[in-house]
């Protein structure tokens, strides 16, 4: 019998219940549970960090009978019972009552859960009081999901709330340092890796397994995971879409793959994209639509960055950041906008989109942004611009992007002029879908931009208030379209110039290259 397909679902006890396809991962949680105390591990979200909370849940309660068949059957000890208690940040109501007034609430509904006498204390000392009292049962689980959501979801527009939300954090998590005899596991999980200083300063023990190649492939599915767990929807999918499986296979990868939580670990797809492609049958950004942080979009404005791959990171700038000290790339990849494509000298990563449908739904959400538009709004115009490009009339493409830069906002582009104008092209061929390079490094220098369509190859070099003919000139010099010729496609020189008084573009001029 085919399964039911995981359609939003994170309960464990319901999917096994319910018939709904569940991909073994209990090995890697036997691995965590039988090695250590104290984890963390941030994914994206949509990525099954609550299901392996309620796995973990169902697991300590002794649920025997919703682990029939899996790897860990055989091998827990299932004699052995913990109380649990589990928290998931995302639900407990703190944008309503604040922090304090919402783990308040939390910790009376466990504490009547768990028959206890009620205490009147604060959060942290309710919570000592909690774990004191459950311990008379057996060493405690604790299991917190999402511990960042009090923090991330100020970051937009209140850095005081998600900084004073820090601190509260900071001391619920210390009760759970204070008590380590009391406890067999704490499990957290979340989409960021705050500074250990600022909200994990009292768990110096903690484990963080987000970037341990023995548990990268823990969430999300490998491409085995995929073809063996999918056979009956592949091949359905397949028919449905009249292409041969292989072919299926590579525009799945090529749509949903490309996820890398360590440069030596292989990749996974997103568990939600692949689900609800397989439900629709049709290739859609499904994990993009479910909306994309207001902060991350904020914080890409503020730092004038419009552009925002490949590039070359730290370590450090994964996890060392603070509510008032965000690097926008360790951002970027924790929330999985990017991803680990190579570890270079030095320590450096190299980052870039995991995948078409992020890069596909990205750059619209980041065009849309910047020009004012939104909700497909701009459909309309990309259709129309990528249309008078491949006719080769760039007169009445310049006209419709002078038009575009007119009706933008000037606090935008008021900051970073020169990178302004020239992520807004940048950004609308890559929506065009077009072949699109910036900063093309050849051996004489760098291209700005190199755009390609079906019949044309254009070289494109930007200017700040100068001229078009210096703009032109530096392609000839530099003889940036030899790199090309053998596209065997006409190749044209193309130079703009943008005027930081007129705040648009105030000339431009198209030459044939040799």
Same mark, same amino acid.
């Given at each position: 019998?085919?399964?039911?397909?995981?359609?939003?679902?994170?309960?464990?006890?319901?999917?096994?219940?319910?018939?709904?396809?569940?991909?073994?991962? !209990?090995?890697?949680?036997?691995?965590?549970?039988?090695?250590?105390?104290?984890?963390? #591990?941030?994914?994206?979200?949509?990525?099954?960090?609550?299901?392996?909370?309620? *796995?973990?849940?169902?697991?300590?309660?002794? %649920?025997?009978?919703?682990?029939?068949?899996?790897?860990?059957?055989?091998?827990?000890?299932?004699?052995?019972?913990?109380?649990?208690?589990?928290?998931?940040?995302?639900?407990?109501?703190?944008? +309503?009552?604040?922090?304090?007034? $919402?783990?308040?609430?939390?910790?009376?509904? /466990?504490?009547?859960?768990?028959?206890?006498?009620?205490?009147?204390?604060?959060?942290?000392?309710?919570?000592?009081?909690?774990?004191? &009292?459950? $311990? +008379?049962?057996? +060493?405690?689980?604790?299991?917190?999901?999402?511990?960042?959501?009090?923090? !991330?979801?100020?970051?937009?527009?209140?850095?005081?709330? $998600?900084?004073? &939300?820090?601190?509260?954090?900071?001391?619920?998590?210390?009760?759970?340092?204070?008590?380590?005899?009391?406890?067999?596991?704490?499990?957290?999980?979340?989409?960021?890796?705050?500074?250990?200083?600022?909200?994990?300063?009292?768990?110096?023990?903690?484990?963080?397994?987000? #970037?341990?190649?023995?548990?990268?492939?823990?969430?999300?599915?490998?491409?085995?995971?995929?073809?063996? =767990? @999918?056979?009956?929807?592949?091949?359905?999918?397949?028919?449905?879409?009249?292409?041969?499986?292989?072919?299926?296979?590579?525009?799945?990868?090529?749509?949903?793959?490309?996820?890398?939580?360590?440069?030596? $670990?292989?990749?996974?797809?997103?568990?939600?994209?692949?689900?609800?492609?397989?439900?629709?049958?049709?290739?859609? %950004?499904?994990?993009?639509?479910?909306?994309?942080?207001?902060?991350?979009?904020?914080?890409?404005?503020?730092?004038?960055?419009?552009?925002?791959?490949?590039?070359?990171?730290?370590?450090?700038?994964?996890? *060392?950041?603070?509510?008032?000290?965000?690097?926008?790339?360790?951002?970027?990849?924790?929330?999985?906008?990017?991803?680990?494509?190579?570890?270079?000298?030095?320590? /450096?990563?190299?980052?870039?989109?995991?995948?078409?449908?992020?890069?596909?739904?990205? *750059?619209? &959400?980041? @065009?849309?942004?910047?020009?004012?538009?939104?909700?497909?709004?701009?459909?309309?115009?990309?259709?129309?611009?990528? !249309?008078?490009?491949?006719?080769?009339?760039?007169?009445?493409?310049?006209?419709?992007?002078?038009?575009?830069?007119?009706?933008?906002?000037?606090?935008?582009?008021?900051?970073?002029?020169? +990178?302004?104008?020239?992520?807004?092209? =940048?950004?609308?061929?890559?929506?065009?879908?077009?072949?699109?390079?910036?900063?093309?490094? *050849?051996?004489?220098?760098?291209?700005?931009?190199?755009?390609?369509?079906?019949?044309?190859?254009? #070289?494109?070099?930007?200017?700040?208030?100068?001229?078009?003919?210096?703009?032109?000139?530096?392609?000839?010099?530099?003889?940036?379209?030899?790199?090309?010729?053998?596209?065997?496609?006409?190749?044209?020189?193309?130079?703009? &110039?943008?005027? %930081?008084?007129?705040?648009?573009?105030?000339?431009?001029? /198209?030459?044939?290259?040799?």
């Amino acid at each position: 019998m085919v399964k039911k397909l995981l359609l939003g679902l994170q309960d464990f006890r319901e999917i096994i219940s319910g018939g709904y396809k569940y991909i073994d991962k !209990t090995r890697y949680i036997y691995e965590m549970c039988s090695t250590g105390k104290y984890y963390f #591990m941030s994914r994206p979200r949509r990525f099954g960090k609550s299901m392996t909370v309620s *796995t973990l849940h169902e697991l300590y309660s002794g %649920s025997r009978d919703l682990f029939k068949g899996l790897w860990i059957e055989d091998r827990w000890d299932w004699d052995k019972r913990n109380p649990v208690l589990r928290f998931n940040f995302t639900g407990i109501g703190f944008a +309503k009552i604040g922090l304090d007034a $919402a783990l308040d609430q939390k910790l009376d509904e /466990l504490i009547k859960d768990f028959d206890l006498p009620a205490s009147q204390a604060i959060p942290s000392l309710k919570f000592e009081y909690l774990i004191k &009292n459950c $311990a +008379k049962a057996g +060493k405690v689980v604790v299991l917190i999901d999402e511990y960042d959501a009090p923090i !991330t979801h100020y970051l937009a527009n209140d850095l005081d709330t $998600a900084k004073a &939300n820090r601190d509260i954090l900071r001391d619920f998590f210390v009760v759970l340092k204070n008590n380590d005899g009391l406890l067999e596991l704490v499990f957290l999980t979340g989409i960021s890796r705050f500074s250990r200083v600022g909200v994990f300063s009292g768990l110096n023990n903690l484990t963080d397994l987000s #970037m341990d190649i023995e548990f990268a492939a823990m969430l999300g599915y490998t491409q085995e995971e995929l073809e063996s =767990h @999918f056979v009956e929807e592949i091949e359905l999918t397949a028919q449905k879409m009249q292409l041969p499986i292989p072919d299926l296979l590579q525009e799945i990868r090529r749509w949903y793959n490309g996820y890398r939580f360590h440069a030596d $670990a292989e990749t996974v797809y997103n568990p939600y994209s692949i689900n609800l492609f397989f439900k629709h049958k049709e290739f859609r %950004s499904f994990w993009f639509q479910t909306g994309t942080p207001l902060f991350l979009i904020n914080l890409l404005q503020q730092e004038g960055l419009y552009d925002v791959r490949p590039t070359l990171q730290s370590e450090e700038s994964f996890d *060392t950041f603070s509510p008032d000290a965000i690097n926008p790339y360790g951002l970027l990849f924790q929330t999985g906008y990017l991803t680990i494509h190579a570890r270079k000298a030095f320590g /450096l990563y190299e980052l870039d989109y995991p995948n078409y449908e992020v890069e596909h739904s990205m *750059t619209r &959400n980041l @065009f849309e942004t910047i020009v004012g538009k939104q909700n497909g709004e701009a459909v309309p115009l990309v259709y129309k611009l990528e !249309t008078l490009l491949e006719k080769r009339q760039v007169d009445q493409v310049i006209k419709q992007l002078q038009g575009l830069f007119k009706n933008v906002p000037y606090q935008l582009h008021e900051q970073y002029p020169e +990178k302004f104008f020239y992520a807004v092209v =940048h950004l609308l061929f890559n929506y065009m879908g077009l072949t699109v390079k910036s900063e093309v490094c *050849t051996s004489d220098g760098r291209i700005d931009a190199m755009v390609e369509t079906p019949s044309w190859i254009y #070289m494109i070099e930007f200017k700040l208030d100068e001229s078009v003919e210096t703009a032109l000139a530096q392609i000839h010099k530099k003889e940036y379209y030899q790199a090309y010729w053998l596209k065997d496609k006409p190749i044209l020189g193309l130079g703009i &110039n943008f005027s %930081s008084e007129s705040k648009n573009i105030s000339d431009w001029k /198209l030459e044939e290259m040799p």
